[in-house]
Nanobody
Framework: VQLQASGGGLVQAGGSLRLTCAASGATFNSYVVGWFRRPPGKEREFIAGIYWRDGSTSIADSMNGRVTIFRDAAKSTVFLQMNSLNPADTAVYYC?????????????????WGQGTLVTASS
């Protein structure tokens, strides 16, 4: 399984950004794909996850409804739409995958990781 995250960049506070996770190397119907982030000096944290087979999702409460996760099954791609960004959202964002149907929030539950993409939200 290979995952490639992209779409990061510099955005002004209040702006939006869509991150992309391109997945390959498996049939993903039995996988969960999650997005995590690691702010500077902090631990990696869960943002959102999606179960590929039925598109069910889970969003971290801490995101306060500002993010949406969805997939394009035909393109084996998962997106993370982020709105109302603020400097606290500055982080390296990672996508990860795990085999199974449960959307887990712990990093050790995921077996495959992309390389990360940097998002910087300026004030």
């Amino acid at each position: 399984v290979q995952l490639q995250a992209s779409g990061g960049g510099l955005v002004q506070a209040g702006g939006s950004l869509r991150l992309t996770c391109a997945a390959s190397g498996a049939t993903f119907n039995s996988y969960v794909v999650g997005w995590f982030r690691r702010p500077p000096g902090k631990e990696r944290e869960f943002i959102a996850g999606i179960y590929w087979r039925d598109g069910s999702t889970s969003i971290a409460d801490s995101m306060n409804g500002r993010v949406t996760i969805f997939r394009d099954a035909a393109k084996s791609t998962v997106f993370l739409q982020m709105n109302s960004l603020n400097p606290a959202d500055t982080a390296v964002y990672y996508c990860a995958a795990r085999l199974g149907s449960s959307i887990r929030e712990e990093i050790y539950d995921y077996d495959y990781w992309g390389q990360g993409t940097l998002v910087t939200a300026s004030s």
